[in-house]
């Protein structure tokens, strides 16, 4: 999948470099939204963007912004994040998408026109075809929608909203899942994910409180104001490489020694670990989200490591401890839960 930011392609060319030129993109299909999550419904989206791209002989585009609207109006109050660009990028990648388009979501960009943004659509992106949610709307004045395109010369696919495959047809919504996600509810999330939640990043240096408890923890950057899921949970990790593929056996690779290797995880190549996402309310710092992975048995140099983590069991909520002696303890306690849990689910 081709990734470029619709600054590059509304770039022209540099007067004082002749070799220069606009990047053209061919003919294609586009959805835009946040896609956040990658959900169902927007699976289903992106399935009718490859079905139509197929009929035409078109390529296959998404637009997404960075950051997503409410971010950029409240970051303050906009809602958890279930998935950061990178992850974006991925799951869009697996599920077919042929080039991505990342409209930086700015004031420039806000006072667009629903004009100005349609004639971006087909003089830039060389769209030839949208498909939309029945109620997507665009422009500063929020005057474009399916019908301004279609009035415009586009062909415009309006997809019908995707709901539950019960008896309570609800929207499959990010919303929901993150409701389910911060309820601790993993399996209802899953669901309407189709896949396991998973959170991707780099480990980053920490302020080795772990350490100093005989509780290390690898520190994942989680490239989001806020995550969409708080507390104790037990994961499995594994190892990405630079293509965000899984490295077989990469972290048991990376242990110090033969002794110490991690314990295995329920999917193939990875170490369980024991998560805590969330502010850390009995250490007195700044509130900063935090996701602090602690793998038993496992000594290795995790820094600058890509790891994604998987979310597989939620035990409790955060808890505040009011000595450093009451969270050693309840990490302790937290951690025999968890390995209890891991035994049963091998048994």
């Not at 990648?93 to 080039?99: H, I, L, R, S």
Request: net charge negative; aromatic share 8%; with cysteine.
């Amino acid at each position: 999948m081709n990734t470029y930011f619709l600054e590059q392609l509304m770039a022209l060319p540099n007067a004082m470099q002749a070799n220069t030129s606009p990047i053209v993109l061919a003919p294609c299909v586009l959805t835009i939204g946040n896609f956040d999550g990658v959900h169902l419904g927007h699976q289903a989206m992106l399935a009718q963007v490859r079905k139509l791209a197929n009929e035409r002989k078109l390529g296959s585009a998404v637009m997404i912004f960075e950051p997503q609207p409410r971010e950029f109006f409240s970051p303050e109050t906009a809602p958890a994040r279930l998935t950061n660009l990178a992850e974006k990028q991925a799951l869009l990648a697996e599920y077919g998408v042929e080039t991505l388009i990342v409209a930086s979501f700015d004031a420039s960009f806000r006072a667009l026109s629903a004009q100005a943004f349609a004639d971006i659509l087909i003089q830039r992106l060389n769209v030839q075809a949208l498909v939309l949610g029945d109620d997507f709307r665009f422009g500063h004045d929020r005057t474009g929608d399916s019908q301004f395109l279609r009035n415009y010369g586009l062909h415009v696919t309006n997809l019908q909203t995707v709901t539950d495959d019960n008896d309570t047809a609800k929207r499959i919504s990010s919303t929901r899942v993150r409701d389910l996600l911060l309820a601790g509810d993993l399996c209802a999330a899953n669901a309407l994910l189709g896949r396991d939640y998973t959170i991707s990043g780099i480990v980053v240096g920490g302020d080795k409180i772990g350490r100093t408890l005989d509780f290390p923890t690898a520190n994942v950057d989680l490239a989001r104001i806020k995550p969409a899921l708080h507390g104790i949970f037990a994961v499995d990790v594994v190892l990405l490489d630079d293509d965000n593929q899984i490295v077989p056996n990469g972290l048991a690779a990376l242990a110090d020694n033969d002794e110490q290797k991690g314990l295995a995880g329920l999917r193939p190549h990875s170490l369980f670990g024991t998560a805590n996402i969330g502010t850390r309310p009995s250490v007195d710092k700044a509130l900063e989200w935090r996701l602090e992975v602690h793998f038993p048995q496992l000594q290795a140099n995790l820094y600058d490591k890509r790891l994604q983590v998987r979310f597989l069991h939620f035990l409790h909520g955060e808890r505040r401890y009011e000595s450093l002696d009451a969270l050693k303890s309840g990490i302790q306690n937290d951690i025999t839960e968890l390995l209890e849990w891991r035994k049963e689910q091998l048994s």
